[in-house]
């Protein structure tokens, strides 16, 4: 039997109620840190997809008029992907369809173009134009609109 260098037996210092549970705290703490790992991954993954403890993230048009939409949509949602539901879901009517307002824009007022969305965590809102700002200018300047 293995002896420390002051002559214990090991096999009795290993027994002892205080190593014992100390090791089982060092196993209840591994055993909680890969448990939470695994549930920020699962929330991670879910985000990801478009699943949320409230069921999946859905896009949602916020405002509409005749020139402009805002839509309030998942935050990993690309832009494509929200063009595509603007245009499919409320179809503005002109050629090019509905279109991104962009950072720079003065309609969006110093705002950023994605802006979080308050309500619904994991969203976002985005304004979307029918013309873009120069083509709005161009068609006000015609003599033929006035």
Not at 43 to 58: A, D, H, S, W, Y
Not at 100 to 125: F, K, N, V, Y
């Amino acid at each position: 039997m293995p002896v420390d260098k002051n002559g214990d037996k090991l096999s009795d210092m290993l027994s002892s109620p205080v190593v014992t549970r100390y090791l089982i705290d060092v196993q209840q703490h591994s055993v909680g840190k890969e448990a939470e790992a695994l549930e920020r991954e699962k929330e991670r993954l879910q985000v990801r997809i478009g699943i949320t403890r409230k069921g999946p993230m859905r896009a949602v048009v916020t405002k509409r008029s005749i020139l402009d939409m805002q839509i309030c949509m998942p935050e990993y949602w690309t832009d494509g992907q929200a063009v595509l539901f603007a245009n499919t879901k409320n179809p503005c009517g002109t050629k090019n369809g509905w279109m991104i307002r962009r950072d720079g824009d003065e309609a969006l007022t110093g705002d950023p173009e994605r802006q979080p969305c308050q309500q619904r965590s994991g969203h976002i809102h985005i304004m979307l134009d029918a013309l873009k700002r120069p083509d709005i200018l161009d068609a006000l300047k015609r003599p033929d609109i006035r």
